[in-house]
């Protein structure tokens, strides 16, 4: 595998930091090299954040923000609205972009102009059945893993269980297999 890019784009309070540094730490549980970090600032619950993430079989030289993304995932659909540009910016047509929503991967496409594949998934209605609460995080990478070959879903469980402990970490697998076999392909 060569290195591979993410960017999260979420709210704060939302668990974007949270995602990428579980998606990392999954990948270092398989051997793999891998990196984690958020970018904000002293912005209150609610504003949108970004994280990053970056996973390579090799040693990670570079230590900036991901500025080209192989994968975009989108926690809050309304910022496809409020901050298009940001979730825009740097992607190509080879880009995967994965957005929490309802709406079909068309719409989506046609409001952003995105010319890449984009996997849509109903996370925060999972997360409410599953959690009680809106965190669409785990689901948001439950999507992923369906789309892609970075990590496997048994290093994304034994995260999750050592992150959230037994309790909450059961009802997250349940949710990232939800998410799993419910995110829909488009384009």
Do not use: C
Not at 31 to 59: C, L, M, N, T, Y
Not at 119 to 140: E, F
Request: net charge neutral; glycine share 10%; hydrophobic share 40%.
């Amino acid at each position: 595998m060569t290195l591979r890019e993410f960017r999260f784009h979420g709210r704060g309070g939302q668990g974007a930091w949270s995602a990428s540094i579980l998606l990392a730490r999954a990948a270092i549980v398989e051997g793999k090299h891998a990196q984690s970090f958020p970018f904000f600032g002293p912005e209150r619950s609610g504003a949108p954040v970004e994280s990053f993430a970056r996973i390579s079989d090799g040693e990670i030289e570079l230590h900036s923000k991901v500025y080209e993304p192989d994968y975009v995932l989108v926690l809050d659909p309304s910022l496809l609205v409020q901050v298009p540009d940001s979730i825009k910016d740097g992607v190509s047509k080879e880009t995967l972009l994965f957005v929490n929503t309802r709406e079909d991967g068309a719409t989506i496409a046609k409001q952003l102009g995105f010319k890449g594949q984009i996997w849509t998934i109903p996370a925060t209605d999972l997360a409410m059945k599953t959690l009680g609460r809106p965190i669409s995080n785990t689901a948001m990478l439950g999507a992923l893993i369906r789309a892609t070959d970075i990590i496997k879903l048994d290093s994304l469980y034994t995260e999750v269980q050592n992150q959230f402990g037994e309790r909450i970490g059961e009802k997250n697998v349940t949710l990232i297999k939800q998410a799993y076999e419910k995110v829909e392909k488009h384009g």
